[in-house]
């Protein structure tokens, strides 16, 4: 893929949002899928580089083709009933997304946010379950989306390579690499 096609992803993008419509495919209706069938919502981004998601279910980065972000904003934008506009906020679902040649999905009920800046895309979804009603334009996106912090106790002091101060306690990375607490500088753990 050129960059030409990304910068091309990207204006498509903003344009379903004025409008425009491109059909699901098979790679963005299973980035769709990940984003709606399960309660647990999920944070997505599309930037001129990028279409990355988190998911409740895995916080870690997501990244997909940003070719697969046109479609899927145009099915929320069907899914959502909604008017083009920069801004959308709505319910969704329950509702089944029929594939043709392929195997068709489900999902529950789902709020929505949308937003378009000049060059991001930002779409949030959480569970619908037991709301009522479509998420006030007043009120504030729902938090993000965060991995969550996982820490590493030491039986005695271990220095951190990088700036030598001793720690009993680490964060440790999805990666498993360790950040020190003094300078917030990552490193592997030298096996024992
Ligand atoms: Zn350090």
Not at 30 to 45: E, H, I, Q, S, V
Not at 148 to 167: G, I, K, S
């Amino acid at each position: 893929m050129t960059p030409d096609d990304d910068d091309d992803s990207l204006r498509r993008t903003l344009d379903a949002f004025d409008g425009a419509r491109y059909p699901l495919d098979t790679i963005s209706s299973k980035a769709l899928r990940f984003m709606l069938a399960r309660p647990d919502g999920c944070d997505a981004t599309v930037s001129p580089s990028r279409f990355e998601v988190r998911f409740g279910w895995h916080p870690a980065r997501h990244r997909y083709v940003l070719r697969a972000a046109p479609p899927v904003v145009s099915e929320l934008f069907r899914l959502a009933d909604a008017a083009p506009a920069p801004s959308v906020r709505a319910r969704i679902g329950p509702g089944t997304i029929p594939i043709t040649g392929a195997v068709s999905w489900s999902f529950g009920p789902r709020w929505l946010w949308m937003d378009a800046s000049g060059t991001t895309v930002s779409i949030r979804v959480r569970d619908g379950t037991g709301r009522v009603g479509i998420p006030a334009d007043s009120e504030p996106l729902p938090e993000p989306i965060k991995s969550p912090r996982r820490f590493v106790d030491l039986a005695w002091p271990l220095p951190c390579p990088h700036c030598a101060t001793p720690a009993l306690r680490y964060r440790q990375l999805q990666d498993g690499s360790l950040v020190c607490p003094a300078c917030s500088r990552s490193f592997v753990q030298a096996p024992e």
